[in-house]
Structures are given as C-alpha cells and as structure tokens.
C-alpha cells in the first residue's frame, strides 16, 4: 500500500493549490492558515483538512463552520502556523464534533495526557521527536510510538485520509 499524499499550504492562490493537487496527484489537502470556510468549501470536502487554533469557545463553535474531512488543532506563536513546539488547548480540542488531528507540542511526556483528554482519530507529531528543528531522531519517534501503540483501545479511528485513485 502506499502512503496517503497530503500537501500543506498556508493562504495559497486557489489556482495555485488545485495545480499542485493535481500535478503532484495529491490525496488531501491541509490548510494552515487563515483560509474561510468558503474558501475551503471551492475543494472537495472529503480531500480537506482544516488546521485551526482554538483560544476560546467561539473557536471551537467556528470550526463547526468548515466542511471538511478533518479539523487539525495545532497552537500558534506569534506569526508562525505551526511547527512552534506548544502545545494546543486539549480541553477546547475535545470539544471539536467530528474527526479530529491533534498536533501542538506533543512528545513523549504528553501524549498519554493527550490521547487521553482529547481522544483524537489522528495526531501529527513534529518538533517532539526532533532533535533539532527539521532533524527528526529515531529514538524518539520509536518511543512515541511505542506509548500510542499500548495507549489505544483497538477501536478503529474514523477514516480521514483517502487516497486518489491512481489512473
């Protein structure tokens, strides 16, 4: 089988992203910026995943806005979507209706604490498993997963990524 392809963008062109969906045979599509729900709505819902942040209830009440496949809750810091190393509101995040991607700061001393709270279908892991900015470390990946693998009750996730069918 081969892996899902999901491209990220952040406040892209519309023409820009569906050349790049479809020159690059993309699967999904995630937007981590300051992309509307009607923007979102120009794309197939079942190909989109939203990242948003949640800060207060009216966030989570707005994320009820986009028709997706997906709502990504990841923290913000400053100008910068993503990638920051802090974590998101885990108590705003498990109030998100629907399949949910948590990311924002998780590792391995707060991953149980998030699976827990937040009982997300997927998570994306990033600067928790790095060493450095953009090098990723094998040890802590192999850690990581050892704690989701003997964390989850065996129930299957809602399905969020799709892939295309190949021509």
């Known amino acids: 089988a081969r892996l ?3 491209g990220v963008f952040v406040n892209g062109k519309e023409s820009c992203v569906w050349r790049t969906f479809e020159d690059c045979r993309l699967d999904m599509i995630q937007f981590h910026g300051d992309e509307s729900p009607a ?3 120009q794309f197939p ?4 995943i939203k990242a948003l942040t949640l800060k207060t209830g009216e966030d989570v009440r707005r994320a009820g ?7 990504l809750v990841d923290a ?3 100008g910068l979507y993503g990638g920051t190393g802090k974590t998101a509101d885990w108590d705003l995040a498990g109030k998100i209706a629907g399949p949910l991607i948590l990311s924002g700061g998780l590792n391995d001393s707060n991953i149980l604490e998030a699976l827990q ?4 279908a997927a998570l994306d892991i990033n600067s928790g498993v790095e060493e450095r900015p953009g090098k990723k470390e094998a040890a802590k990946i192999k850690s990581i997963l050892q704690l989701i693998k003997h964390a989850t009750d065996g129930n299957p996730s809602p399905p969020i990524f799709v892939q295309r ?3």
């Open 39 to 41: 923007y979102c709505r």
């Open 117 to 120: 709270k937040v009982r997300p």
């Open 165 to 167: 069918k190949e021509k």
């Open 76 to 78: 913000r810091h400053a």
């Open 65 to 71: 806005d986009f028709d997706v496949a997906a709502i």
């Open 4 to 6: 899902v392809r999901v």
């Open 45 to 48: 819902k079942n190909r989109i």
